[in-house]
């Protein structure tokens, strides 16, 4: 996998972001006739093609728009979706608490849009292995043409599976040779047996759900089991603050919650924590009229039109082709300064 061009002139098939009047951000693709047509006038893509990242350039009314390469954080907001996305807050406490390293072998179900499986992508590196499991053809389009887009390729080291973790899980790994799971899904405890099968003694599971009352159902499942240490959950909430002069305050709107996350680790064939024998003798804390409550219809799950979705596919092989245009453009580059005696 070759590193993603961090700096340089723009060319035409970059991904841009600009800011402009009032600070309004628009993302597009670099096209040689393209434009970008705005109520404050119209912004000429050649006009940034050759210019530095960071570059201030004016559209046809005079506006001053400021170009830069989107970070991955920026990118995983702009980008098309076709399910909802992992937000950077939340992706980045998933690589923190659950370890992702350098080289470590990760299964991540479902894959949504993509946005979770960049991050481990980049905290895995090129010599580590990740598997996404999708069970949906068109989100795993989305997804695939996403990463692409950022990335400029698709790595060698990610493999999208279109089926059901719990059926084809075991048939992509032998028995402990997984070293961390990451389930973003409506119901995680579907998995978790599969998931035990995988994992190596130690390894992580984690999930990432919207709900209190998933998050019950996943740490009584995962206690259940008796396969792994105590579950441990949490969220993450970021306040901005607004800094000028003097006038240092905490911004007025702030990303509360969007998910919690319970993590667990997995055990030796065999072993029984002592907390976990002391805790045998007591009743469950849930009754079977709870388990209802639990029913991932019950939980409630948002459904992308099909229309929308096939809109979404659109933008996102759109931007993956002009990812694909300007990797070729410096294939070719590179292969004229080779064959130049000159260079």
């Known amino acids: ?74 990118f995983v907001m702009s980008m098309p979706r076709g399910a909802a996305i992992v937000y950077p807050k939340d992706a980045a406490q998933i690589v923190t608490q659950a370890d992702i390293f350098p080289g470590a072998t990760v299964v991540e179900a479902g894959v949504g849009s993509g946005a979770l499986s960049l991050s481990l992508l980049r905290a895995i590196g090129p010599t580590g292995r990740l598997v996404s499991f999708e069970r949906r053809d068109d989100f795993a389009e989305v997804a695939s043409a996403n990463v692409e887009t950022f990335l400029g390729e698709l790595p060698d080291s990610w493999r999208i599976v279109v089926g059901d973790l719990q059926q084809e899980l075991g048939a992509v790994f032998e028995p402990g040779t997984v070293d961390r799971v990451v389930l973003d899904m409506l119901a995680p405890w579907e998995c978790i047996d599969a998931v035990a099968e995988a994992l190596a003694p130690g390894g992580v599971v984690l999930c990432y759900i919207a709900t209190a009352t998933q998050l019950s159902r996943v740490a009584e499942y995962v206690r259940g089991t008796g396969l792994f240490t105590e579950p441990e959950s949490s969220e993450t909430m970021v306040r901005g603050w607004h800094v000028e002069g003097l006038a240092v305050r905490p911004d007025h709107r702030m990303v509360a919650h969007t998910g919690f996350l319970i993590t667990a680790r997995r055990l030796a064939p065999g072993a029984i924590p002592p907390d976990v024998k002391r805790r045998a003798a007591k009743k469950p804390s849930y009754g079977d009229e709870d388990v209802e409550a639990w029913t991932p219809g019950a939980v409630g799950d948002r459904e992308i039109t099909d229309k929308n979705l096939r809109k979404r596919v659109r933008e996102a092989q759109r931007a993956a082709g002009g990812a694909r245009l300007a990797a070729s453009r410096d294939a070719d580059a590179e292969g004229a300064e080779a064959g130049d005696p000159s260079a």
């Open 1 to 74: 996998m070759t590193a993603q061009r961090p700096s340089g002139p723009f060319r035409e098939g970059d991904r841009v972001q600009l800011t402009g009047p009032k600070g309004r951000m628009h993302t597009i693709t670099l096209r040689e006739d393209g434009e970008l047509h705005t109520h404050h006038g119209v912004l000429r893509h050649r006009d940034l093609i050759g210019f530095p990242d960071g570059s201030v350039v004016e559209n046809s009314s005079g506006n001053e728009y400021l170009a830069l390469r989107p970070l991955l954080r920026d």
